[in-house]
T-cell receptor
């Protein structure tokens, strides 16, 4: 298995633009998590899905952020409009049924908003 | 509010030293405690602990959980420069939604091993 796949790996955009981050979880995993990591705030859980259904989105910072999981093999995190304070590394992770704690992380997307 | 606190936040030692990293937690509906290692890229899983007093070992790394005092420690003996990383502690807890769990991360300990 190729592991969790994220794209793009790097994204540089200007303030106000829409940004879409993509994730393909490991096949057979039914949990999918989106995290944001910054030096100041560490690793923060934004939202997670179980069987494609959003379970907890309390970590989503504001309405500019949205996430979808249309099927078991694909999820997106969208920021519209983007702001400089959104600059961070965004990780996607997935895990096996009943083992939400043992997560496999993707390589991350480094987002820079100018 | 669920909380995971790690200490120290930063630690610098010499190669060959032994280090102990600490993690305390306050979580409702605890299921397990996990340790992750993050080098330059994404976190990678190290240990999962569910029972008190049972030590998990992997080479020079070992960890133990105390569910009464709500903490865990991660020990690394005979440290090497390759052990330099951020070590993250996380607690898995049940949510109000049946069958669903969540993971709460601590802020991490940045460990630097100097040659």
């Amino acid at each position: 298995d190729a592991g969790v796949i994220q794209s793009p790996r790097h994204e540089v955009t200007e303030m106000g633009q829409e940004v879409t981050l993509r994730c393909k979880p490991i096949s057979g995993h039914d949990y999918l998590f989106w995290y944001r990591q910054t030096m100041m705030r560490g690793l923060e859980l934004l939202i997670y899905f179980n069987n494609n259904v959003p379970i907890d989105d309390s970590g989503m910072p504001e309405d500019r952020f949205s996430a979808k999981m249309p099927n078991a093999s694909f999820s997106t995190l969208k920021i519209q409009p983007s702001e400089p304070r959104d600059s961070a590394v965004y990780f996607c992770a997935s895990s096996f049924p009943g083992r939400a704690g043992e997560q496999f992380f993707g390589p991350g997307t480094r987002l820079t908003v100018l | 509010e669920d909380k995971v606190v790690q200490s120290p936040l930063s630690l610098v030692v010499h190669e060959g030293d032994t280090v102990t990293l600490n993690c305390s937690y306050e979580v409702t509906n605890f299921r397990s405690l996990l340790w992750y290692k993050q080098e330059k890229k994404a976190p990678t899983f190290l240990f999962m602990l569910t029972s008190s007093g049972i030590e998990k070992k992997s080479g020079r790394l070992s960890s133990i959980l105390d569910k009464k005092e709500l903490f865990s420690i991660l020990n690394i003996t005979a440290t090497q420069t390759g052990d330099s990383a951020i070590y993250l502690c996380a607690v898995e807890a049940d949510t109000l939604i049946q069958g669903a769990q969540k993971l709460v991360f601590g802020q991490g300990t940045r460990l630097t091993i100097n040659p």
